[in-house]
C-alpha cells in the first residue's frame, strides 16, 4: 500500500503565494508520475499539474506561469509552488501518484487533500 500526505493549504489573500507538499511512503519500487488536481465546490476535479519522473512537467492552461511543479525522486515527494493566487484557485488540492509496488503491481495512489482558500 501507498500512502500520500499532503501540508500546506491555507487562507490566503489575492496575490498571495502557498506551497503545497506531498509525501509518498509504503512499499514503494518507483514512482513515475506524480501530479496535483483540485476540485473546487460544484465543480469535477481537475489537472492542474504533473511530472514524470524525468522532471517533464505540464499544467493547465489556467495556471501556467503561476504554479510551479517539482519532485524529489529519492525522497517521493511533490511539492507545488503557487504564486499570484486568484479567488478562482480556491478549491481542494489533492496529491496523486502512480508508480510501481515492490511486488512489481502498479499503483495509482491519492492524498486526503489540501484546503486552499483564496480570499481577501
Known amino acids: 500500500q501507498v500512502s500520500l500526505v499532503e501540508s500546506g493549504g491555507a487562507l490566503v489573500q489575492p496575490g498571495g503565494s502557498l506551497r503545497l507538499s506531498c509525501a509518498a511512503s509504503?512499499?514503494?519500487?518507483?514512482?513515475?508520475?506524480m501530479g496535483w488536481y483540485r476540485q473546487a465546490p460544484g465543480k469535477e476535479r481537475e489537472l492542474v499539474a504533473t511530472i514524470t519522473r524525468a522532471y517533464n512537467t505540464a499544467y493547465v492552461d489556467s495556471v501556467k506561469g503561476r504554479f510551479t511543479i517539482s519532485r524529489d525522486n529519492s525522497a517521493n515527494t511533490v511539492t507545488l509552488q503557487m504564486n499570484n493566487l486568484k479567488p478562482e484557485d480556491t478549491a481542494v488540492y489533492y496529491c496523486n501518484a502512480k508508480g510501481v509496488l515492490s511486488s512489481f503491481r502498479t499503483f495509482s495512489s491519492w492524498g486526503q487533500g489540501t484546503q486552499v482558500t483564496v480570499s481577501s
Open positions: 509504503g512499499s514503494i519500487r518507483s514512482i513515475n508520475d
